[in-house]
């Protein structure tokens, strides 16, 4: 176990204590969390990835037009460590809800008996083949977005670990000012407010973090202060936000890490937070994050 990694497991352990004493209606849904993060955490420490190459001239061309360095189905997956965090996942899961459990069971039997196949798996999500999860789920008679959860968050480690070496592709002198990832092109899951009040987009799909401006939509572009608003919850909990944009009905939420008495993970702010989601969907707002990537 290396140092950053220590460093990442304790961040995720004091994130979770605290927003629990805080907010203990999240406690049983953390309490899978935490032990799922943490096993992420670990198979992230011993993945055995081959490194993503970009040809130069690409990569001048992906910077000119402002594309993303890769596509989602360019990501290295390390099969072998993915496929031990599945079943790993599917035993978490007896402990969390019931019908996580349920499902999870299910698709453990069938990696079992071989009728569920990790690297097909694998690859069917990175290249959004929906209608393999639609026939899978339906084979296994369980909800396709718990299939869709265990397969991504399986390869979440390897994805994160790719985003953190493909980072040095990045062009460091030119802002970026996109809404959607400079690394994979997907939009945002969450907005955090660092110490200036900087504001950072973290990607819904690799984890990597960007800068964006302050006043801005990253689902339609819009920079225009008078259509984006935010609201906080009824409880006025310091530190989170809805930012919502009239031009397209879409919102993200905020976390402003100046305002947090306790360390600030952004998966363990994203998962503790739904009831912020409720709120902008009962607003009839649309959430920016692709539905099969949404907890
Ligand atoms: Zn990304
Ligand atoms: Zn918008």
New binding site residues.
């Given amino acids: 176990m290396n140092e950053k990694q220590n460093m990442s497991d304790d961040q995720i352990k004091k994130a979770v204590a605290a927003i629990k004493a805080e907010r203990p209606a999240y406690e049983k849904l953390l309490d899978f969390f935490e032990k799922l993060f943490l096993a992420q955490e670990e198979t992230k420490g011993h993945l055995d990835l081959e490194p993503i190459e970009i040809p130069k001239d690409l990569l001048s061309v992906k910077r000119q037009e402002k594309f993303p360095l890769v596509n989602r189905a360019d990501f290295a997956i390390d099969t072998k460590a993915s496929g031990a965090l599945l079943k790993k996942i599917c035993r978490l899961s007896a402990e969390a809800t019931e019908v996580l459990a349920e499902a999870c069971s299910k698709i453990s039997n069938a990696l079992e008996k071989g009728a569920l196949e990790p690297t097909t798996l694998f690859s069917k999500l990175l290249m959004e083949d929906d209608a393999y999860f639609q026939e899978v789920s339906q084979g296994l008679e369980i909800d396709k977005k718990v299939l869709t959860f265990v397969a991504y968050t399986s390869i979440m480690p390897a994805l994160s670990l790719c985003?953190e070496q493909l980072t040095a592709c990045l062009d460091k002198d030119t802002p970026w000012q996109k809404g959607y990832?400079p690394?994979?092109g997907?939009p945002p899951a969450l907005s955090i407010l660092r110490d200036e009040g900087q504001r950072s987009l973290l990607?819904s799909?690799?984890g990597?973090e960007w800068q964006a401006l302050r006043i801005y939509c990253p689902f339609c572009d819009n920079k225009d202060r008078k259509t984006l608003h935010y609201f906080f919850s009824e409880e006025e909990e310091e530190g989170y936000r809805v930012d919502m944009c009239d031009q397209c009905k879409r919102y993200i939420k905020t976390v402003d890490t100046r305002k947090m008495s306790h360390p600030v993970h952004p998966l363990v702010e994203h998962i503790s937070t739904l009831h912020l989601d409720i709120l902008a969907q009962e607003q009839g707002l649309e959430s920016g994050i692709p539905s099969w990537l949404q907890t």
Wanted: hydrophobic residues 35%; neutral net charge; proline residues 0%.
């Fill in positions: 985003a990832c690394i994979c997907s990607c799909f690799c990597h």
